[in-house]
């Protein structure tokens, strides 16, 4: 069963930068999308970027667009995404999760979340 792990996140004042990680244990992510989430208590999950498995196709949230990359990097089995210009708003669990080949639900194997904090 493939597993994604996020890493990266962390405490960050406005307007710098964090890099968060999805990676698989034990399966290859040749053949899915990755999708970027995330989520403030209270308030439902959103979808923030997404890459398709072949790395050609990527699509943003309005809110993404313009400050945060998504790329892969299929022989470290790893999808990053790169925030920079960080707002309190983007303060969230992020979740990675897969889709088949591209960016269309249903996503699964959800990781476990890494927390992302804006402030100063």
């Known amino acids: 069963q493939l597993q994604l792990v996020e890493v990266g996140g962390g405490l960050v004042q406005p307007g710098g930068s964090l890099r968060l990680s999805c990676a698989a244990a034990r399966y290859t992510l040749d053949y899915y999308a990755i999708g970027w989430f995330r989520q403030v208590p209270g308030k439902e999950r959103e979808g923030v970027a997404c890459i398709s498995s072949s790395g050609g196709s990527t699509n943003y949230s309005d809110s993404a667009k313009g400050r945060f990359t998504i790329s892969r990097d299929d022989a470290k089995n790893t999808v990053f995404l790169q925030m920079n210009s960080l707002k309190p708003e983007d303060t969230a669990v992020y979740y990675c999760?897969?889709?088949?080949?591209?960016?269309?639900?249903?996503?699964?194997?959800w990781g476990q979340g890494t927390q992302v904090t804006v402030s100063s």
């Open positions: 999760a897969a889709a088949l080949e591209v960016c269309l639900p249903p996503y699964y194997s």
